[in-house]
């Protein structure tokens, strides 16, 4: 059976190659190619026919067999800016994880909490959110969650009741800068190749401090009502975990040098990200908090294909015409600029919760451009909105990869996120709709 759907996939994807490539040659206007690879995109990333990953990979292959962009442009984006600063900040943190530092970090949190389940809560959702913010999500969910499930076992609490505010925590902080997740990267991404300014290390912080707080003190009280409350078993096995014999404790004041040195060269702008990142990566593995093989094995490779894979897309969108076209349509049926801004937040908060945030943001963002430059109103207002919303999906497993990960060691179900996370995701939807015009004006 398993062969039979792997010959049907392998049918779609050569099947899409060539219809993309047989309309290119029967003249098929460049804009409407453009837009239709889009939207298969989008349906592709929905149903998860493919990995998510490959999914992007068409997209720069669509866009070479039909001459919409060269191949050497098409393929470019894997030594974009952002893309490198994430594929060398995943080895920077695992600096930190290898030496067992981000470990204490958490184990100090366990031994003041104690067996109070509230205080608890808040201290691991405010450390994981901080890690976050400079880390990759994915990693600190994956470090922290044996120690969380250990200190809720050690406390009797079920483990259901703090994996999900580790997950919503690890997405929270997210938003505090330029480097927390995959969508601030895309957005600012974006502004770079439309020759815009893109947004400071902290800037996002403007609005993602305030939703972190909110969201932290939400999923305390309301969120925490909702939260399933039988036992679960930890399934230890499925999580790559680092054996605590096998830390390299005495490197441990060395990786935190390191990853604070590299913060700083971004900071302060004494170098540029990527080559910061870089530096810092080459320096991890220089000095031996981690080896080569533990540095390429913390890429997260999905992000990486997904994020160069898609890049290519708001170019083609901007040469073409598409998205002007795409623009104009939607501007021409909403001219308020708020019902606008409303709309587009709408669309990213159903497609961030039921595909990745990452692919929504790449999505998106070009729209979103185009949508606010067509109507003469501030793109920076429609992108910093589009990128908290995709980046705090809490009603489905999918939305981000935190979410995933608490999914089975939680014994979670489907329900279980929305329940939970319902009133949380639509208070911040409400807060961002209400502070991103104020801290962007929505006029320009």
């Known amino acids: 059976m398993k062969i039979g759907n792997d010959y049907v996939r392998g049918g779609i994807a050569l099947a899409t190659v060539l219809a993309f490539w047989a309309m290119g040659k029967a003249g098929v206007n460049a804009a409407t190619l453009t837009i239709l690879l889009l939207v298969v995109a989008f349906v592709y990333f929905f149903t998860e026919i493919f990995p998510i990953a490959f999914t992007a990979m068409l997209v720069p292959i669509v866009l070479s067999v039909t001459g919409i962009l060269k191949a050497k442009v098409a393929f470019s984006y894997f030594g974009e800016k952002w893309v490198l600063v994430f594929l060398f900040m995943f080895m920077v943190g695992e600096g930190l994880f290898r030496t067992g530092a981000a470990q204490k970090i958490g184990e100090a949190v366990v031994r003041i909490a104690g067996k109070d389940e509230v205080k608890l809560m808040f201290l691991i959702m405010c450390v994981t959110a901080l890690l976050s913010g400079f880390l990759s999500n994915t990693a600190t969910t994956v470090s922290l969650m044996p120690i969380v499930v250990a200190a809720a076992y050690a406390s009797g609490i079920s483990p259901k009741r703090l994996l999900l505010p580790l997950a919503w925590a690890a997405s929270l902080g997210g938003t505090l800068t330029v480097i927390g997740t995959p969508p601030n990267g895309i957005i ?16 996002f912080a403007k609005l993602g401090l305030p939703i972190t707080v909110v969201g932290i003190a939400l999923a305390i009280t309301v969120g925490r009502k909702f939260l399933p409350s039988s036992a679960a078993e930890f399934k230890g096995d499925s999580i790559s975990q680092v054996k605590k014999e096998d830390l390299r404790s005495d490197k441990m004041w060395l990786s935190v040098v390191i990853f604070a040195f590299t913060i700083l060269c ?58 002007k076209l795409v623009g104009h349509a939607i501007v021409a049926h909403i001219h308020n600029p708020y019902l606008l801004l409303l709309g587009l937040m709408l669309v990213a908060f159903a497609l961030g919760n039921a595909m990745s945030h990452t692919a929504t943001t790449a999505i998106l963002s070009p729209l979103a451009v185009s949508v606010a430059q067509t109507a003469h109103l501030n793109p920076y207002t429609f992108l910093m909105a589009i990128a908290m919303i995709a980046n705090v999906g809490f009603w489905t497993p999918v939305s981000t990869p935190p979410n995933t990960i608490v999914f089975g060691p939680g014994e979670y179900t489907f329900m279980d996120y929305i329940k939970a996370g319902a009133v949380i995701e639509i208070a911040l939807f409400i807060l961002v709709f209400v502070l991103t015009p104020i801290l962007y004006p929505i006029g320009g």
């Open 266 to 323: 971004m900071m302060l702008k004494i170098l540029p990200y990527q080559v910061a990142a870089a530096l810092g990566a080459v320096l991890m593995v220089a000095f031996g908090c981690i080896t080569a093989k533990e540095a390429f094995n913390s890429v997260s490779w999905t992000t990486v294909f997904l994020f160069a894979g898609m890049l290519p897309l708001s170019a083609a969108m901007k040469e073409t015409g598409a998205a």
């Open 188 to 203: 600012n991404s974006v502004l770079d190749s439309l020759g815009m300014k893109p947004f400071g290390f902290f800037e």
